[in-house]
């Protein structure tokens, strides 16, 4: 984990909040309201964010002094699931609400093991998308697509996705801190058709905040999301299990972050501390 200091040292505080060769920020962005995935870069140390997003995550850290720990203990865990499922054979990933590629993203954790694994990224946070085309430039075997989560048809049929992925092999599908932006009423019907489509033996991989054990902290939490483009939904942990409906659960099933495979200096306790239920599971 960084320091406060040092991550309002990489913001580097100019008109837009980046850093000085990302002055050519999309036209479309209001950079004075914050968003969910530019606070979350800042939290991880990233520069890719604006005053009113790093603001916003100094208002988190008010009401939650583990913030940086709860956005670090993720990040750790998308690493792990992603060597788990290439250590199952999987080659391909497609990463749902990806956010701002930061250290240890999907495609660097997954070339580390198999440089040849292909990564589609999604997400429709403008920024996002245009940092990430970027980053990708010279990598043939990772691209991102600029769509909602919530509309699987265009990502589906999205030249980026059919040039990389083979839907008819084991795919490994990434929602890592993504569905608690997703209102209950549309989450089983979104997992329905993601599924529908996955072959086999595809991995899904699954991180979600809820507020089960610290229900006071976690609605000021709430509250501080609110103010934001994205006001967040808390599951229980039984509630997040029925998000694997169709899938048979990876042990440990669903437990903090910072449980889930961890080697023993990634525990934190205690573990609730972490706040974000995270589950891989295989489909049968």
């Not at 850290?61 to 670090?72: G, I, K, Q």
């Not at 072959?199 to 934001?228: C, K, N, R, W």
Request: charged letters at 25%; a negative charge.
């Amino acid at each position: 984990m960084i320091s406060s200091s040092t991550a309002a040292e990489a913001g580097h505080d100019n008109r837009e909040g980046l850093m000085p060769e990302q002055n050519s920020f999309p036209t479309e962005v209001d950079h004075t309201r914050p968003n969910p995935a530019r606070i979350y870069d800042y939290g991880l140390g990233g520069h890719h964010n604006f005053a009113a997003d790093r603001d916003q995550f100094e208002k988190l850290l008010e009401v939650d002094p583990d913030a940086r720990l709860v956005v670090s203990a993720n990040r750790a865990f998308l690493r792990r699931a992603v060597r788990y499922c290439l250590r199952q054979g999987i080659t391909q990933f497609l990463d749902l609400g990806s956010g701002i590629p930061t250290v240890g993203n999907v495609h660097e954790a997954a070339h580390q093991l198999n440089p040849r694994a292909r990564v589609v990224y999604v997400d429709n946070e403008p920024i996002a998308v245009a940092h990430t085309r970027r980053l990708l430039r010279e990598n043939d075997n990772a691209e991102i697509v600029q769509a909602d989560l919530r509309d699987p048809e265009a990502i589906l049929r999205a030249p980026e996705t059919q040039r990389l992925l083979d839907l008819s092999k084991p795919v490994g599908l990434m929602m890592v801190a993504v569905l608690h932006w997703v209102p209950s009423a549309d989450v089983a019907g979104l997992l329905s058709r993601y599924r529908e489509v996955l072959a086999p033996g595809s991995y899904l991989a699954i991180s979600h905040l809820t507020s089960e054990h610290l229900p006071e902290q976690m609605g000021e939490v709430e509250d501080v999301f609110a103010e934001t483009t994205e006001p967040v939904v808390y599951r229980p942990r039984s509630e997040a299990a029925k998000l694997f409906e169709g899938f048979e659960l990876v042990p440990p099933g669903v437990v903090y972050t910072s449980q889930w495979q961890s080697e023993p200096y990634e525990m934190v306790e205690p573990p609730e501390r972490t706040k974000i239920w995270a589950a891989v599971g295989r489909k049968l």
